[in-house]
């Protein structure tokens, strides 16, 4: 199992390695993610017909085909043409809604608990029968991570994995070419194609880092959201002053540096503002790009790009930048006054 879920698992962990970590052939697992959360929000149901979820599978895939044609590694797909007949007006509402339940859940009914080639200890759902008909009933785990204080932040997670999965399928830039930038005033994850002259952007910050951090502040393993409005909204915070830039001509702005943090943390009283985080803040932050590289999405091959190939020149260029700030900062370290046990 990935170090991702093994040092503090729990249901909420569980379903994001469902996302974060789970093998990329086809969009269906993401399509299947927000079909199970959009369900399970309207209440519990003792069984869920495969024609039911196939309205919601449906609705993503096609919502999805508009952002990018290339939803597969697959050259070509019977289901993903008819969903693309649907978005022409080829195709009518009941025959898209009839070849999901046939053609849509093929693999990933039994694919999706699976991870990194292991099956999950926990299950999201079931397959069963109800008067010979298909479907699915959600377990009790599906319902307990709902009613979590991470539930508004599941279906950006989700939606913020898809991006990133199908830019990289459809720039049709080799992944080790593709770079991930971000725009800090927008706070928004882009690619930018300097042979096309273009720019697209991919996903709020906000929602392709929360997933690896737990849905936690950084610093202090606070519980955090993604959710616009909330009282606890995380901050994007660069770990190391994004006003050192100049001086180092390093890529600050990288995703490698970039943090979900508690607004507390990042601007409270005694908040880091542009302080250098303690030393030991440096190896979670290790930690954590580590768990981006052992996914498989455009971020670990940016990273790798920013950082280093190896483990051992990502440690070396992480302590390098680091030593540099500090000494730059005046040699003061930060930490919050605050702090819950490791969550990751």
Aim: aromatic share 10%; hydrophobic share 35%; proline share 3%.
């Amino acid at each position: 199992m990935n170090r991702f879920t093994e040092y503090q698992p729990s249901l909420e962990s569980y379903f994001r390695a469902v996302i974060l970590f789970g093998k990329n052939s086809a969009s269906y697992k993401f399509a299947m993610a927000k079909a199970l959360l959009e369900v399970g929000g309207k209440g519990r149901e003792s069984f869920i017909s495969l024609q039911d979820i196939s309205v919601h599978f449906a609705a993503h895939i096609c919502e999805h085909l508009k952002l990018s044609d290339k939803q597969a590694i697959s050259s070509s797909s019977k289901y993903l043409d008819i969903c693309r007949g649907y978005n022409a007006g080829t195709v009518s509402y009941d025959e898209l809604i009839e070849s999901t339940r046939k053609l849509g859940f093929v693999n990933v009914l039994d694919a999706f608990h699976n991870v990194n080639n292991n099956r999950l200890p926990v299950s999201f759902f079931e397959v069963s029968k109800s008067d010979n008909t298909k479907g699915i009933i959600l377990t009790d785990d599906m319902y307990r991570i709902l009613q979590s204080v991470q539930a508004d932040s599941f279906e950006t997670e989700v939606e913020a994995r898809w991006r990133l999965v199908e830019t990289a399928w459809s720039t049709g830039v080799s992944s080790n070419m593709l770079k991930v930038r971000h725009d800090e005033s927008a706070e928004l994850l882009f690619v930018e194609e300097h042979d096309r002259g273009r720019r697209t952007n991919i996903t709020s910050s906000r929602d392709a880092l929360n997933g690896y951090q737990k849905g936690k502040c950084f610093y202090c393993f606070r519980d955090i959201s993604t959710k616009s409005g909330h009282p606890d909204l995380a901050d994007v915070d660069h770990f190391l002053p994004h006003r050192l830039a100049l001086m180092f001509e390093e890529n600050l702005d990288g995703v490698w540096n970039l943090v979900l943090s508690c607004q507390d943390c990042n601007r409270g009283s005694k908040g880091k503002f542009a302080c250098i985080p303690h030393i030991e803040y440096l190896d979670r932050l290790f930690r954590r790009n580590e768990f981006l590289i052992e996914s498989h999405h455009p971020l670990r091959e940016t990273l790798m790009n920013q950082t280093g190939r190896t483990r051992d020149k990502r440690i070396s260029y992480l302590n390098l930048i680091y030593n540099l700030s500090l000494s730059a900062s005046g040699g003061t370290q930060w930490r919050p006054t605050f702090e819950l046990p490791p969550a990751f």
